[in-house]
């Protein structure tokens, strides 16, 4: 994985709550096999006027004027801004993944749902919970002025405006971690092998039923 | 020192290792997989070098993408009309093929929806922690098993680990006491959970569902209220296992046998939370508060009794709330209209991982029988949840009675639910769907979709409307 230090970037502010992952990336796109590619499709419904397909070229469909993503200013976003409970509903990764492609690197909201959240870490990407105001303030901001951009720093766990405010934001140490390092979750683990075995086997004598083996 | 809860009880068997910054190694005793968020999770593994850690814990079938008429489903996966559908199901048989994993492929009867089939084979057993590659795992919790949705790079870490790296949750219980009105079922009880404390309501949380009202209900019922527990943001919904649950379990094809099966069921008595229990947060619901509930915007938590009004934007106080609803009501093209009865429905479609197992096509049968179909009606669907509890409603003549009312009988998969197969909304068409999700475009592009139970959609389709199901069996 791509390890995730300190990042500036361009802001767009989303102002949208419950964005769900529907929204995100639609179903139709889910059908690929592969985990690159997705970024054209980002937010497809709201960003482009047409119906999208999957394979389909995507520079000449219809774009949503009033979609913020599509303003020139906003072009090289890296850091989306958003409200409450983003990336609600399906578990697809296929969500992050999409962002990514995009080039977003961080999203900022006051709250996000637990599945989507999980996701990002496991793609590189930086979910960010600020606190309902300090988001109002930076969508403020962010709406006043062109070329707004912001500060991230993870091992600070800082997020930084031009003016050189900073808010500092939480992050599960373990997280923060592998995000820092880049680190496969699965290597990790692996390193744990002795002890899963040893809880499959103290597990087996309680609950044998668990390890029979399949036959039909 | 206060008792456990259930959830606690469940991490706690689980737990292989806790990490000192709060997170955890907990063991997954099954993992189910379906054709959309695997084949990356497969490709991931092969690439590493690596292998299934207990090959026999998985359990595959495609669902999401297969079609569901009976044409194209005659000859498997050579029938699938959508090429890029195709790929993804044959990329899961190949996937199954070459780990030696279990799959119900396409041809094979016990095929459906991974949360239908789950329970059905018995594969899902109280105790257990369940985890698949979609967010309606939650399902599964119905059975005292701590189950819930995780994303492709978490099915590529079980596959490999059988573990999952989690956080421990919080412990919320939501207790609906009392007797359920007639015609007011499990799906009704979800959808009012949900709009009283919304779809953010439960994030964070392990959603333990109590009370007289929830241990009524029977396994179909209990599973379709912890299907929607992730609708309130909850990834895990649970129910405390009792008889119910052990009636429903035994003689499973994957259940345990003999000796095996005493010891299970002794080791279940425990699976309630303890009464001395504490929970950091609990909500209480009256049953005979509890009306038929309907969708009206695009959101689970947009959601009254078919007797009260649509609320308006305007009279919303906070302002985020009222710029998504102003945005609801133009989505769902709502502009002059009071009542859910003014909307006149295009589609309606019973099925899905939370309305398409046998209890469900009976209730929606019994609404249906020897009546007919709205003729304003485009369309109206029934899709079983899995094969065998298609053949079982044939048994039965549920086919008859739906085909005779003017519905259409299809063969199992998730369908109209995420519109991946051909089945799908036109755009701005009204559809009653008993799936979980009334998302923007969830059920096909500019889509208009209603959250309803299976009686519910049965007495739309009658009236090309909706109606109390109350006042329409009366006629
Ligand atoms: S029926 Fe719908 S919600 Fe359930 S697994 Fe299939 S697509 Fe997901």
């Given at each position: 994985m791509r390890p995730f230090t300190v990042h500036t970037g361009i802001a767009a502010p989303l102002d949208l709550a419950n964005v769900d992952t529907d929204m995100i990336i639609p179903k139709q796109f889910l059908k690929s096999i592969k985990r690159t590619g997705f970024g054209k499709n980002l937010f497809d419904e709201l960003r482009y006027e047409d119906e999208g397909q999957p394979d389909q070229e995507c520079t000449g469909r219809p774009l949503r004027q009033d979609f913020v993503l599509n303003q020139p200013r906003y072009q090289r976003t890296s850091v989306l801004l958003a409200r409450q409970n983003f990336g609600c509903g399906s578990s697809r990764e296929h969500a992050p993944w999409a962002l990514d492609d995009f080039g977003i690197r961080v999203i900022i909201a006051p709250s996000f749902a637990d599945i989507f959240y999980n996701n990002c870490f496991k793609n590189g990407l930086l979910p960010i919970v600020l606190h309902e105001e300090e988001v109002d303030q930076l969508f403020r901001e962010v709406n006043s002025t062109e070329g707004y951009q912001l500060t991230v720093d993870l091992e600070a766990q800082t997020v930084t405006t031009p003016s050189g405010t900073s808010f500092s934001f939480l992050v599960d140490t373990f997280r923060k971690h592998c995000l820092l390092k880049g680190l496969d979750d699965i290597g990790l683990t692996l390193e744990e092998a002795d002890r899963i075995r040893a809880y499959e086997e103290k597990r087996q004598q309680t609950a044998p039923w668990l390890f029979a083996p399949r036959s039909l | 020192?206060?008792?456990?809860?259930?959830?606690?009880?469940?991490?706690?068997?689980?737990?292989?290792?806790?990490?000192?910054?709060?997170?955890?190694?907990?063991?997954?005793?099954?993992?189910?997989?379906?054709?959309?968020?695997?084949?990356?999770?497969?490709?991931?593994?092969?690439?590493?070098?690596?292998?299934?850690?207990?090959?026999?814990?998985?359990?595959?079938?495609?669902?999401?993408?297969?079609?569901?008429?009976?044409?194209?489903?005659?000859?498997?996966?050579?029938?699938?009309?959508?090429?890029?559908?195709?790929?993804?199901?044959?990329?899961?048989?190949?996937?199954?093929?070459?780990?030696?994993?279990?799959?119900?492929?396409?041809?094979?009867?016990?095929?459906?929806?991974?949360?239908?089939?789950?329970?059905?084979?018995?594969?899902?057993?109280?105790?257990?922690?369940?985890?698949?590659?979609?967010?309606?795992?939650?399902?599964?919790?119905?059975?005292?098993?701590?189950?819930?949705?995780?994303?492709?790079?978490?099915?590529?870490?079980?596959?490999?680990?059988?573990?999952?790296?989690?956080?421990?949750?919080?412990?919320?219980?939501?207790?609906?006491?009392?007797?359920?009105?007639?015609?007011?079922?499990?799906?009704?009880?979800?959808?009012?959970?949900?709009?009283?404390?919304?779809?953010?309501?439960?994030?964070?949380?392990?959603?333990?569902?109590?009370?007289?009202?929830?241990?009524?209900?029977?396994?179909?019922?209990?599973?379709?209220?912890?299907?929607?527990?992730?609708?309130?943001?909850?990834?895990?919904?649970?129910?405390?296992?009792?008889?119910?649950?052990?009636?429903?379990?035994?003689?499973?094809?994957?259940?345990?046998?003999?000796?095996?099966?005493?010891?299970?069921?002794?080791?279940?008595?425990?699976?309630?939370?303890?009464?001395?229990?504490?929970?950091?947060?609990?909500?209480?619901?009256?049953?005979?508060?509890?009306?038929?509930?309907?969708?009206?915007?695009?959101?689970?938590?947009?959601?009254?009794?078919?007797?009260?009004?649509?609320?308006?934007?305007?009279?919303?106080?906070?302002?985020?709330k009222r710029e998504s609803y102003a945005r609801a009501w133009k989505y769902m093209g709502l502009e002059g209209k009071e009542t859910l009865g003014d909307i006149v429905l295009d589609r309606v479609f019973i099925g899905s991982c939370t309305n398409s197992r046998i209890e469900d096509l009976r209730a929606a049968a019994e609404v249906v029988k020897g009546r007919k179909v709205a003729s304003t009606l485009k369309q109206a669907i029934v899709v079983p949840g899995s094969g065998l509890v298609k053949a079982q409603a044939e048994q039965e003549g549920l086919d008859k009675i739906f085909t005779e009312a003017g519905l259409e009988w299809r063969e199992p998969g998730c369908s109209m639910c995420l519109a991946m197969n051909a089945d799908k909304l036109g755009q701005g068409e009204h559809c009653a769907s008993t799936s979980n999700r009334n998302f923007e475009g969830r059920q096909g592009f500019g889509g208009r979709t209603h959250l309803v139970s299976p009686a519910m959609a049965a007495a739309a389709a009658i009236a090309g409307r909706f109606v109390d199901v109350n006042d329409l069996v009366k006629q």
């Open positions: - | 020192m206060s008792g456990k809860t259930l959830y606690d009880k469940l991490w706690d068997a689980h737990l292989v290792q806790q990490r000192d910054d709060g997170s955890a190694l907990l063991y997954i005793d099954l993992q189910l997989l379906h054709e959309v968020t695997s084949p990356q999770a497969f490709e991931g593994l092969r690439l590493a070098g690596r292998k299934p850690w207990r090959v026999s814990s998985n359990l595959a079938t495609p669902d999401h993408n297969v079609p569901t008429t009976v044409l194209e489903r005659k000859s498997g996966v050579d029938g699938i009309a959508d090429p890029v559908s195709k790929i993804q199901v044959t990329t899961l048989d190949d996937n199954c093929n070459e780990f030696g994993i279990t799959e119900f492929n396409m041809t094979d009867i016990r095929q459906g929806i991974v949360h239908v089939v789950g329970p059905e084979q018995g594969a899902t057993l109280p105790g257990m922690t369940v985890v698949c590659g979609d967010s309606h795992t939650s399902t599964h919790g119905a059975f005292g098993a701590l189950a819930h949705g995780i994303g492709t790079s978490e099915v590529e870490h079980v596959l490999a680990t059988q573990c999952l790296v989690a956080k421990k949750m919080r412990n919320m219980l939501v207790r609906v006491d009392g007797q359920l009105n007639p015609y007011v079922t499990a799906k009704d009880v979800v959808l009012a959970i949900i709009g009283k404390i919304g779809t953010a309501g439960g994030t964070g949380f392990a959603i333990e569902f109590g009370g007289s009202a929830i241990q009524s209900l029977s396994m179909e019922g209990r599973m379709t209220v912890c299907n929607m527990a992730i609708e309130a943001g909850a990834r895990v919904g649970l129910i405390a296992v009792d008889q119910t649950t052990i009636d429903y379990v035994k003689d499973r094809p994957y259940a345990p046998k003999g000796e095996q099966w005493d010891m299970a069921v002794a080791a279940w008595q425990d699976l309630v939370s303890d009464a001395d229990a504490e929970f950091d947060e609990v909500v209480v619901l009256k049953a005979e508060d509890i009306k038929p509930q309907v969708t009206w915007g695009t959101s689970p938590e947009m959601v009254i009794a078919i007797d009260q009004p649509i609320p308006k934007a305007e009279d919303q106080t906070d302002p985020v």
